[in-house]
């Protein structure tokens, strides 16, 4: 028994065979006014049209599936090229902004008589209670405990511990830290320490002592760890109670520690050279 797939496909076949012989006919037959011939035309030409329109439909089915291909294919090799030229722009631009910024560092470091390390930021501390990062220079590169550590926009902090060739910097937020400092329009004189919110207290400050908001704080350099006049940030609060000898104050610091990439070690000579000596 056929089915119903098989007889469709028998009836094409017969129909192309009668169409066939028909045409074998007619073609021996020029004689237009031959009633046989023209029956003939009449009966197959409707057979020949739709056979003609259907090979046409699947040609064009099939060009188009081969275009359709082709076009995928070339998609995906340009989106790789794209992928490829997005890498590279985002890799010149990170070059571009770490020369700009390694620029910086070298025009800063021509104003700083001391000798200096430059390094690289290389991890942070994930506590919140402790603000401190990871340097790529250590003992073996002249890095020692207790050396000051700057950037072009003010300090940043102060080395706590070093190895071989990794250091660990106290930032000037955390709240162990604390730096002698002078705002340098007054010479007012105090300390500045680091604050959990991330700014830092100017503390033992005089009420006396007449201080803005905006006012730049300075180093003093009488701890004996930062050079004087290295910058650290601007008054950004006051406050002056009706008793005690002192007044609060608020520092903003001039650093973005939350972008800090690279920094800068003052070296003493003769520490260097303690540190190399056998």
């Not at 560092?105 to 008589?113: C, E, P, R, S």
């Not at 902090?157 to 060739?165: D, I, K, L, N, T």
């Amino acid at each position: 028994m056929f089915s119903r797939k098989m007889l469709v496909i028998t009836l094409v076949v017969a129909v192309l065979a009668v169409n066939a012989v028909i045409l074998s006919v007619t073609s021996r037959r020029r004689d237009a006014g031959n009633p046989v011939a023209r029956y003939a035309l009449a009966l197959i030409g409707p057979v020949q049209k739709a056979v003609t329109r259907t090979l046409d439909f699947t040609s064009d089915i099939w060009r188009h599936y081969f275009f359709l291909v082709s076009a995928a294919k070339e998609v995906d090799v340009l989106k790789k090229q794209l992928g490829r030229a997005m890498a590279l722009s985002t890799e010149c631009t990170e070059v571009k902004l770490s020369n700009q910024r390694l620029r910086r560092l070298l025009n800063f470091q021509k104003d700083i008589t001391r000798r200096v390390i430059a390094a690289e930021v290389i991890g942070k501390d994930p506590s919140p209670w402790f603000k401190t990062v990871i340097i790529d220079k250590g003992t073996a590169d002249g890095v020692v405990k207790g050396l000051p550590v700057v950037i072009p926009q003010g300090i940043a902090g102060q080395v706590v511990s070093a190895a071989g060739h990794y250091a660990k910097v106290l930032l000037l937020i955390d709240n162990n830290s604390a730096v002698d400092a002078l705002v340098q329009r007054t010479r007012a004189r105090g300390i500045v320490k680091g604050d959990t919110a991330g700014q830092c207290r100017f503390e033992y400050v005089l009420r006396k002592n007449e201080i803005r908001i905006g006012d730049t704080v300075i180093s003093s350099g009488l701890d004996g760890v930062f050079p004087k006049g290295l910058p650290i940030g601007d008054v950004s609060g006051i406050v002056k109670r009706s008793s005690g000898i002192f007044q609060e104050v608020m520092v903003a610091p001039f650093v973005d520690f939350e972008k800090l990439e690279e920094v800068l070690v003052l070296v003493e000579p003769h520490e260097a050279q303690k540190e190399k000596a056998p």
